[in-house]
């Protein structure tokens, strides 16, 4: 059995059902876990083999192709030349130490993202001792029997050992778009893979139907494996605004070189020393450039993703990390997002007869009352049909283990299993392979029909849309009695089914129809002149949380619309429990009857879209994207996937979402909770602002360092800074900052303003102003304090320049954390992190300056206490000066700095 299942060269789709059924009566009830262990074992894990990622030497190595990098070595060169050997080793180390910082950043954020692409693992449901189990894919083994359902990625190559309805998308294996219908069948001879109906592939996708195969092949010996056609999930991209950044840097680069030229011809027609000016030169165009930013962002958003999926949010590309915090419209569904999707029937309706069911969850225990009186449903011939056809239109299983009751399957028909076990019907108990025929339900279709041989005759059953189901019947069963379908008793059957979503009950109905000995092979000749039995009520309470996460998207100026594929009644009545505000209903039918121009106008109050298609939603996001909304939409079907790729950020179910939708879309809610959506909002607001805060501080204190040693030798004053301590200053202390300025908390009121532009630069002109007079200040500071000990000897006026700007820098970094609110507001100790760069810093400094290996390494000498006191008091200023101006900017009310 073993070898006979592993060979995954063998031509599987020739052999005829009786061999195949030999091979499977080893394990008939599928594989044990003992066995599919040893397989495991055997044949390892089921993936397909990625490219050899890059070496921690190589990734080192990186680091070393900056052009900025390259200048630095040739300036090493130059100075072993000119007989500098203490320039030229203190050059190579801060080359070294800069490449290692740039290791690390880009390290960290590569392991974050191999991590997420773990997270992001397809699941696959397989039958285990005659249980269905759902399993990693990457458990598969060879022999496992597959449980095939729509909406699901085929996890390896497989033998169909039953088929209903069935079909899958190749077109990612073949290229073909048309999908391929897979029965049970013998195939002779060579045959293409586009031809072999009976097998299905890794990577292709079930889009109807359901099925169970067996698998024949895993990993690397599938078609797929072969052709090493898979590739990861998450995408190691640049964000766009990495991208901007890093034009802003290069912009940033030609001014610096300019400044550098021009100080270099300032300096020798101050006939100073070349060797001086060249070194200067070169420091200067390597000090202003923020040649670290766009690694700095990137392990910025990496962090942020990881904790966003502490919230239930997990990100599969880093630009939806960005985009996220610029979302304007939120687009949700209803069942499972806004409520909690543990579906029980609550309310039977068979006609002229109400029927309450008891009972919570998916435990089988509850009472059937009507008019306050316990009935037997077994003994209600009405009773007995409809929960009877509800079974048998019905994928869904219900399961017991260490007694907790689950379903594996929809929840809605979930909630039809569990009925049926509380009545203790004889059919309560049956397997998916009975189902002879099935038409599957769709968003265009919103029924669905299955055929049954049940003593000896088919059976069609049939559950969907109340309007739909209605309109195929033509009679209905009443105490036992069927009865023609007439005009008035449709109006009574719509006005019971407008009543029971008025309460806020899902509403199913269910009907069915003999069919003799024939099984019809179109829906179009199975689908018409059903006996209505009636209406099933279902009740999915709201979340709790989503009242708040509401009214926290009114505050943050975030637009909710709710899209769902139920009835106008039951969506408004769900919208009201959880404070949805809309000034009516949209339909399908009045979404189609609307002009893209009327249907804009509609959508600015009109929050509610009922019964709405897969092409609707798509028409939607397209309208919204062309006012300029910024929009994210949830999806969880197989339709949708056009949807979430359309959307500005695609948010695909965890739980209840197809493989298909997960891999269109940007976000995956582990939860399906609308709440996680808004706190993955207000992350992505978090990270941005962050990233503005330390791209804003680093620049500022480029300025100054520039503005120090221009204005000295604009002055006729020997070089305020020396080459190698502006590099330490950049390499030590704005590095440093800069990540810790990336993990400050979210301000308090980051939900509680408009989202931002997109494409809104990071830079603007009064952050440009803002940087610009923070720099210059720092800039005269140090000029300041190197004239004011110049008398004292040029190496004591350079130590306490170099001390100074450190430290000033370092006060500087405290004005940066926010740009509205006081240090008193936000807490001095609420990011640990900017603490302990400061105190890290001014370590390091003090090292710097009493060591006297670095004394000679950066021309430095001893300070007294005095001197430190001195200059922590002329730094402060610049911090009161901050706090000073944010206390303006908050009691003249603005909202923003940018």
Known sequence: MTEEISGSKESWYTLDADEVAKRLETFPRGLNAEERSRRLEQYGPNEIKEEEKASPLVVFLRQFKSVLIGILIAAAIISVFLGEIIDTLAILLIVILNAAIGFINEWQAEKAIEALKKMLGLSAIVLIDGTHVETDSREIVPGDVLVLEMGKKVPADAYIIHSATLQADESALTGESVPEEKVVCTLEGETPISQRKNMVFMGTTIVNGRGRALVTATGMNTEFGGIAGLTGSIKDEETPLSKRLDVLGKQISILSVLVAVLIVIAGLLQERNLHEMFMTAVSLAVAVIPEGLPAVVTLTLAIGIRHMYSKKCLIRHLSASETLGTVSIICTDKTGTLTKNEMTLKEIYTPEHFTEVGGAGYEPIGEFTRDGEKIDPTADQGIRSFLRAGLF??????????????????????????????????????????????????????????????????????????????????SYLKDGEILPMDDASKEEFHRVYES??????????????????????????????????????????????????????????????????????????????????????????????????????????????????????????????????????????????????????????GIKGTDVAKEASDIILVDDNFDSIVEGVHEGRREYDNIQKFTRYLLSSNIGEIIAIAGGLMMGLPLVLLPLQILWINLVTDGVAALAIGAEPAERDIMMHKPREIDRPVLDRKAMLLISVIGGWIGLLTLFVFLHEYD??????????????????????????????????????????????????????????YLPWFQVFLNTVPLSLFDWICLTAIALPLLFAGEWYKWIRRSNGKKSVS
């Open 393 to 474: 239109c019905n994928h869904a299983v219900l399961k017991e283990k260490e007694g907790e009751w689950t379903i594996s399957g929809m929840p809605t028909e979930g909630a039809l299993v569990v009925a049926a076990h509380k009545a203790w019907i004889p059919e309560y108990s049956h397997d998916i392979q009975d189902i002879k025929k099935e038409f599957s339900f769709n968003s265009s279709r919103k029924r669905m029909t299955t055929i049954l041989e049940i003593n000896g005759e088919n059976l069609a059953f049939s559950k969907g849309a109340p309007e739909i189901v209605i309109a195929l019947s033509s």
């Open 500 to 653: 029971m979503a008025s309460k806020g009950l899902r509403v199913l109905a269910i009907a069915e129809k003999k069919l003799g000995n024939e099984t019809p092979e179109t829906a179009e000749e199975c689908e018409k002149d059903f006996v209505f039995l009636g209406f099933a009520g279902i009740i999915d309470p709201p979340r709790e949380e989503v009242k708040k996460a509401l009214k926290t998207c009114d505050t943050a100026g975030i637009g909710v619309i709710m899209i769902t594929g139920d009835s106008a009644l039951t969506a408004q009545a769900v919208a009201e429990s959880v404070g949805l505000k809309s000034e009516g209903v949209l339909r399908a039918a009045d979404i189609d009857s609307l002009t893209d121009d009327e249907l804009a106008d509609r959508l600015w109050d009109t929050r509610i879209l009922a019964r709405v298609t897969a092409g609707h939603k798509l028409r939607v996001i397209e309208i919204l994207s062309s006012a300029g909304a910024v929009v994210a939409m949830t999806g969880d079907g197989i339709n949708d996937a056009p949807a979430l790729k359309k959307a500005d950020v695609g948010i695909a179910m």
């Open 792 to 849: 004292d000897g040029l190496e004591k006026a350079r130590t306490m320049a170099f001390t100074g700007i450190i430290i000033f820098e370092l006060v500087n970094v405290l004005n940066f954390r926010s740009f509205r609110w006081n240090l008193g507001n936000i807490g001095i100790l609420s990011n640990p992190y900017i603490l302990a760069a400061i105190v890290l810093s001014v370590i390091i400094q003090v090292v710097v300056i």
